[in-house]
């Protein structure tokens, strides 16, 4: 089988007057009381979802929440991890 022809491709450059260099400030790392609130709300939301499968019937507020008990302890967990997006 005959052997096909290598091409020879000039090397792209990009036009200089489309772009502009910018310069992006470096954001430092996250400060101590923002990992610590992260975690803490994490922590909260599995507690909260715990203590209503071990005594939700017995504490008065939580019985009277029900099924969204469910949906404040997911809630709060969502907001911890959704937090963890701008940790540094």
Same mark, same amino acid.
């Given at each position: 089988?005959?052997?096909?022809? %290598?091409?020879?491709?000039?090397?792209?450059?990009?036009?200089?007057?489309?772009?502009?260099?910018?310069? %992006?400030?470096?954001?430092?790392?996250?400060?101590?009381?923002?990992? =610590? %609130?992260? *975690?803490? %709300?994490?922590? @909260?939301?599995?507690?909260? *979802?715990?203590?209503?499968?071990?005594a939700?019937?017995? @504490?008065?507020?939580? =019985?009277?929440?029900?099924? $969204?008990?469910f949906?404040?302890?997911? =809630?709060?967990m969502?907001?911890?991890?959704?937090?963890?997006?701008? $940790?540094?």
């Amino acid at each position: 089988m005959p052997k096909s022809k %290598v091409r020879k491709k000039d090397v792209y450059t990009a036009p200089s007057d489309r772009r502009t260099p910018v310069k %992006v400030k470096s954001a430092g790392p996250s400060h101590p009381i923002y990992v =610590a %609130v992260m *975690l803490g %709300v994490m922590l @909260i939301g599995l507690a909260w *979802l715990v203590v209503n499968y071990i005594a939700g019937q017995k @504490i008065g507020f939580m =019985a009277d929440l029900g099924n $969204w008990n469910f949906a404040i302890g997911f =809630a709060l967990m969502i907001a911890g991890l959704l937090m963890t997006m701008r $940790w540094r």
